[in-house]
């Protein structure tokens, strides 16, 4: 149901924009997150994105930006100057109507 995309390998400083997307006919995308988790770590909140919440974790500020495209249904993550500490699997989690769906994750990982 969310098709989440954009992942690779990328230098330090380097920038990469992840997509989440809906497939099939499960409606609109309304509030949408990023959310990431590294070896060994819990899950962390990313960014977060709906018609009234427009929020990041400290982390991020100011390096990433969430943004959707509501007529291709899609929420990207544009992340720049990333950081080895940025290395995750980034998952994204989206309610569509009353019902909430996780996409799979796409690795993201940063060599300095």
């Known amino acids: 149901q969310l098709q989440a995309s954009g992942g690779g390998v990328v230098r330090a400083g380097g920038s990469l924009t992840l997509s989440c997307g809906a497939s099939?006919?499960?409606?609109?995308?309304?509030?949408t997150a990023w959310y990431r988790q590294a070896p060994g770590k819990s899950r962390e909140l990313v960014a977060i994105?709906?018609?009234?919440?427009?929020e990041y974790g400290d982390s991020v500020k100011g390096r990433f930006t969430i943004s959707r495209d509501g007529d291709k249904n899609t929420v990207y993550l544009q992340m720049n100057s990333l950081k080895d500490e940025d290395t995750a699997v980034y998952y994204c989690?989206?309610?569509?109507?009353?019902?909430?769906?996780w996409g799979l994750g796409t690795q993201v990982t940063v060599s300095s």
């Open positions: 989690h989206a309610w569509l109507g009353p019902h909430d769906y």
């Open positions: 099939g006919s499960k409606g609109r995308l309304d509030s």
């Open positions: 994105i709906s018609e009234l919440t427009l």
